[in-house]
């Protein structure tokens, strides 16, 4: 089993930067493709980015490819996503999440969620 809880929410202006932290518990964190997702008041939850269980592949949703960047540490247990160039519409609860070997970016495929960090944009 593994435990998730994401940090480095808050405020950004657009066109800073923010970076948010997911830290995992329990040996077999490596074991695990990571994905972060993000949920706006009143949309659906979405794939942003995702990162297989030795560090690639890796994959980005098309509005945040070349803004966002997503990289692990298994010794530390630890993925985190770098947020650049924000925009107002990047403001969303961010959700890591961990799936046992396969990456995929469907949020409903994977097994165990943080329980989230927001992220407010302002221009």
């Known amino acids: 089993q593994v435990q998730l809880v994401e940090s480095g929410g808050g405020l950004g202006q657009a066109g800073g930067s923010l970076r948010l932290s997911c830290a995992g518990s329990?040996?077999?964190?490596?074991?695990?493709?990571m994905g972060w997702f993000r949920q706006a008041p009143g949309k659906e939850r979405e794939f942003v980015a995702n990162i297989g269980y030795r560090g690639s592949p890796i994959m980005f949703a098309d509005d945040v490819k070349g803004r966002f960047t997503i990289s692990r540490d298994n010794a530390k247990n630890t993925v985190w996503l770098q947020m650049n160039s924000l925009k107002p519409e990047d403001t969303a609860v961010y959700y890591c999440?961990?799936?046992?070997?396969?990456?995929?970016?469907?949020?409903?495929?994977?097994?165990?969620w943080g329980q989230g960090t927001q992220v407010t944009v302002f221009s």
């Open positions: 329990g040996r077999t964190f490596s074991t695990y493709a």
């Open positions: 999440a961990a799936r046992y070997r396969v990456i995929s970016r469907r949020w409903d495929e994977y097994d165990y």
